[in-house]
């Protein structure tokens, strides 16, 4: 019998419908998948099968009253396995942000993107990974150690999704959900070698993420496909009331049928080639627009002059914005806290004590941009800056339908090679962070392997909730390639 873990989402799927195997058959494949490779990988912080058994029965329940009955089709998540990035909030299950000073949280309610997945009837396995409070790009920040790279145990699997995309690259679930304030779904997409969605900002409900940066933090999802992520994003995204950045706009139907993209105009920034780039990142990319080509796209190249900027801008925006979001962990409400003599001491101890490295660094940045007398010549102008970079793409969406580019200067780095030099670290940021700046919206897919065997991934960037010309253009791309097919060998 085939191993059903191997199988995509979408041919779940369809095996769902027609009776040929249960969800429950499908949960327990990926549970003794994860019970054979999790020792390796280390894709989860907790695993939930009581909860993921129970949600298979329902499904399949349902399911059966559904092929005697028919009625109103059943959304194709229906009965499928995925993951939870460890800050989003599950009613009752233990979410830590990949810290300590969260350990033994268990939510009183669940994310809103979480909740539509479930109501979707998704099956949930556990949750996956993360670098603390998603301030990383490797996964090496998680409080509870690394997560490993399915390609090759060396490496990181990119962050701070690493744990999500490690997870479905290494077929332990079907999907996982994922968070991107910076590149943290899509450069995972590409060190693992699947397909990563990062949402326009206020597309999918922000209710029940732990925010990090909140003018910046977006849901996003991670499969094999674009086309196994698509009833992930339908079933997430639209408005909620409880997300006051949350957009009233619909979400689009889109059809992935056929690969004629003739008219599509696809925009090359030349500012995403730079020195210092791994020749094969560059090489794999330039032939994959030309696949694009061969599909009817025309491609040209395009300027967005300030991305240079976009790094440092970034870093005094996001960290400012998380300075100001992590004060509420106070060693009173959340959480375990280190006992002193007094209120002050224990603060100071709790927080000094239970907060990693990056995320302490990352606070007295954001603090010092925040203080008196530096908040106009930092946040001030970075905010000025920020409205620059999001013209750019504006200005640029006026001439073309998407911008091609890499995720990344290179494929997945080995472990501890940039943990000694923190800005080194936030240059494999740099092709991603544009596109949060802006509030654009990104998918990012496989395009080929290096020399060593590893992922390289491309990302596509659309309009402001331009989502269905992303999945159109990438599962165009992903019916004439193979990349999105091939899985390591653990």
């Given at each position: 019998m ?30 003794d ?8 990988i ?16 329902d ?41 300590k ?19 979707a ?16 790009s ?18 990181v699997?990119?962050g ?57 933090d ?28 949350s ?6 139907a ?5 690969t ?121 102008q ?5 409205t ?6 504006e200005?640029?969406?006026?001439d ?19 943990s000694?030099?923190?800005l080194?670290?936030?240059l ?53 390639t ?8 653990l």
């Open positions: 085939t191993d059903l873990t191997t199988l995509s989402l979408l041919e779940a799927a369809d095996l769902l419908r027609s009776g040929d195997v249960s969800s429950r058959e499908l949960t327990q494949a990926c549970l998948r994860i019970q054979d490779t999790e020792s390796k280390h894709a989860f912080l907790t695993l939930t099968p009581d909860l993921a058994l129970k949600q298979a029965e499904a399949d329940q349902r399911l059966t009253e559904w092929r005697k009955e028919g009625g109103k089709p059943l959304p194709h998540t229906w009965g499928i396995p995925v993951a939870i990035k460890d800050v989003l909030c599950l009613e009752g299950v233990p979410t830590t942000c990949g810290s000073i969260l350990e033994g949280f268990r939510p009183p309610y669940t994310a809103t993107s979480v909740g539509r997945l479930i109501d009837g998704a099956v949930v396995l556990g949750k996956t990974n993360t670098d603390e409070f998603a301030m990383g490797s996964t090496e920040n998680s409080a509870f150690g690394p997560t490993y790279n399915p390609w090759d145990l060396s490496r699997p990119g701070s999704s690493g744990g999500s995309a490690a997870s479905v690259a290494s077929n332990m679930c079907y999907a996982a959900l994922g968070t991107d304030t910076g590149g943290s779904v899509r450069q995972p997409a590409s060190f693992c070698g699947v397909t990563g969605l990062k949402s326009s900002y206020g597309r999918v409900s922000r209710y029940g993420l732990i925010a990090y940066g909140s003018s910046l977006t849901v996003g999802a991670l499969a094999h496909s674009a086309a196994d992520l698509l009833p992930i994003f339908h079933a997430i995204a639209g408005h909620d009331p409880l997300d006051s950045t957009m009233p706009d619909p979400v689009p889109v059809d992935l049928d056929g004629d993209l003739a008219g599509l105009r696809i925009g090359v920034p030349k500012e995403y080639f730079i020195e210092g780039m791994q020749h094969e990142v560059e090489i794999a990319v330039q032939e994959a627009v030309r696949v694009l080509e061969t599909l009817g796209a025309v491609a040209c190249e395009i300027s967005l002059p300030h991305t240079d900027l976009a790094l440092p801008v970034y870093y005094i925006i996001a960290p400012a914005e998380a300075s100001a979001n992590l004060a509420r962990y106070d060693a009173v409400r959340y959480g375990p806290r280190l006992e002193a003599e007094d209120l002050r001491e224990q603060y100071f101890a709790t927080r000094g004590g239970l907060f990693g490295q990056e995320v302490k660094r990352r606070i007295m940045l954001g603090t010092y941009a925040l203080s008196a007398g530096y908040y106009d010549a930092y946040y001030g970075a905010q000025k800056v920020r620059l970079i999001k013209g750019d793409f200005a640029a969406f006026k073309v339908d998407l911008i091609a580019c890499p995720v990344a200067p290179t494929t997945a780095f080995r472990l501890g090679e940039h000694e030099d923190p080194s670290m936030y494999e940021d740099v092709f991603t962070l544009p596109a949060n700046l802006a509030g654009v919206p990104g998918i990012a897919f496989p395009v080929g392997f290096d020399s060593d065997h590893l992922p390289i991934g491309m990302q596509l960037n659309a309009p402001h909730l331009g989502e269905a010309v992303l999945f159109q253009a990438a599962s165009a791309y992903q019916e004439v193979s990349w999105h097919k091939e899985r390591p060998s």
